[in-house]
C-alpha cells in the first residue's frame, strides 16, 4: 500500500486560519461569520469560493451555483491560486491598516473584487462569454469596482478601497501595481479594438487618476493624485496634472510597492 500523501504546506492560509481564529475568539458576535467564511474550510480555495458566492450571489445564480463555479475556475487555474496568494500578501505590505492577512480577506473590497475578476478573466478565456460578463456586472454592483473578464492583471496588485475603479477590455496591467480609488483605466471614446492603457510593472496609480487611451506606462513610474494622462508615460517617471506632463522620477524603484504618493521629493524639472 502507498505511503499517503501529505497536505502541500501553505503558510498564507495556515496565517489565515490562525488570524481568524483569534477574531472568533475576541469578538463573540462575529465568531459564526468568521467560522462559515474562513475557519470550517480545508483550503484557501475552498475558502475564497464560499466567501465570493455568498458576496455575489442573486436569485438568478445561487450561492451553491456560483461555489461549483468559482472552484472550477480555481481547481483549473494554478495562476489564480498564486495570484490570490500573492495579492492578499501585498494588501498587508502596502496598507497600514490592514493587521494581518484575514482582515482584507474578510472586510476589503479591493482584494475580494480583485479576486472575483480573476475568475471572470479565467472564465472568458474559456469561451465562456457570457456568463464571465455576468460575474463582471454582478462584481460592479457588489464592490463598486468595474473590471472588464478580459483585461488582464497581473500577480501583487493592490487596489486600495476600491471605489469607482474601472479597468477596460484591452487594459494590461503588470505585477506589483497599486491603484487608489476612482482609477480609470479607460479608452478615449472614439477608438476601437485594442484602446487601452498598458501599465508597467510597480507603477504607483493615485487617487482619481484616469489614464485613457492605448498608451504606455512604463514600470516604475508614479501617477498623482488626479491626473488626466493622455500620453504614454517613460520609465521611471513622475506625471502630474490634466493633462498629466513629467515632473520628475520617484525616488524609490517600485512605486507601486512602497505606496510613496508625496511629489515633493520627485520634482527635478
Request: glycine share 10%; proline share 5%; hydrophobic share 40%.
Amino acid at each position: 500500500m502507498s505511503a499517503q500523501k501529505e497536505p502541500a504546506l501553505d503558510p498564507v492560509w495556515d496565517q489565515l486560519r490562525s488570524e481568524a481564529k483569534v477574531i472568533a475568539e475576541e469578538e463573540a458576535g462575529l465568531a459564526s461569520f468568521v467560522h462559515d467564511a474562513m475557519i470550517k474550510h480545508k483550503t484557501l480555495e475552498k475558502a475564497l469560493s464560499f466567501f465570493l458566492a455568498g458576496k455575489l450571489a442573486s436569485r438568478y445564480l445561487t450561492a451553491v451555483s456560483l461555489i461549483e463555479i468559482f472552484d472550477e475556475a480555481l481547481a483549473a487555474s494554478p495562476e489564480i491560486r498564486k495570484s490570490a496568494r500573492r495579492d492578499l500578501q501585498a494588501v498587508v505590505e502596502r496598507d497600514p491598516s490592514a493587521r494581518g492577512l484575514a482582515q482584507p480577506f474578510l472586510f476589503f473590497k479591493g482584494f475580494q473584487a480583485l479576486q472575483s475578476y480573476r475568475v471572470s478573466h479565467w472564465l472568458w478565456e474559456q469561451g465562456r462569454e457570457p456568463l464571465a460578463l455576468y460575474l463582471q456586472s454582478r462584481n460592479s454592483e457588489a464592490f463598486d469596482v468595474d473590471i472588464h473578464p478580459a483585461a488582464k492583471l497581473g500577480k501583487g496588485i493592490f487596489i486600495d478601497h476600491g471605489t469607482s475603479v474601472v479597468i477596460g477590455e484591452t487594459a494590461v496591467v503588470g505585477d506589483d501595481v497599486s491603484m487608489l480609488h476612482e482609477v480609470t483605466l479607460g479608452g478615449t471614446g472614439k477608438e476601437s479594438g485594442d484602446r487601452h492603457p498598458k501599465i508597467g510593472r510597480g507603477v504607483l496609480i493615485g487617487a482619481g487618476a484616469k489614464i485613457l487611451g492605448n498608451i504606455r506606462i512604463g514600470e516604475g513610474s508614479k501617477i498623482a493624485a488626479g491626473s488626466v494622462v493622455l500620453s504614454s508615460v517613460p520609465p521611471h517617471s513622475t506625471v502630474a496634472g490634466i493633462p498629466a506632463k513629467v515632473v520628475g522620477r520617484p525616488s524609490v524603484a517600485s512605486p507601486g510597492r512602497q505606496m510613496d504618493q508625496v511629489l515633493e521629493n520627485d520634482y527635478c524639472i
